[in-house]
C-alpha cells in the first residue's frame, strides 16, 4: 500500500503504521453499532450515523481512545453525518497527529535531542 492510498501514517519505534480508509469506515461502524446496539447492515443501509445525544458522546469517547486522537465532538447533541464524510474528519485528524509528530520528531533530532531512557 502506498502512502497515498493510506488514511494515516504513524511514526511509531521506528516503524511507519498505515490504516486503510476501508478499515478506518469498518472500525466506525463497528464502534457505532456497539455503542448503538444498531445492526451493521441497517447502519450501512443508511449510509448515515444517526446516534441520539447520550450515545454520540460515548461514540466519539470510543473513537477518541480508539485512534488515541482528539476529534472535538464532544457535545450533548444528536450526531448525524455520512460515514464516508466522518471518516474523512477521522483521517484529518489522524493526519494532523502525524504531522505535528513528524514535525516535533524531526526538529527534535536536528537540534542533538536527548536519548530515550
Known sequence: MSISASLSCRKILGEIMSI?????????????CDTTGDSVEELIGRGRLEIPPRDAIEFMVRLEALFDCTLGCLR????????????AIVNNALNVRVSTASTFCCSSTSRGAASVR
Do not use: C, G, T, W
Open 20 to 32: 486503510s480508509v476501508n478499515y478506518i469506515r469498518q472500525l466506525i461502524i463497528k464502534v457505532a
Open 76 to 87: 450533548y447533541e444528536p450526531l448525524s453525518i455520512e460515514i464516508d464524510e466522518f471518516s
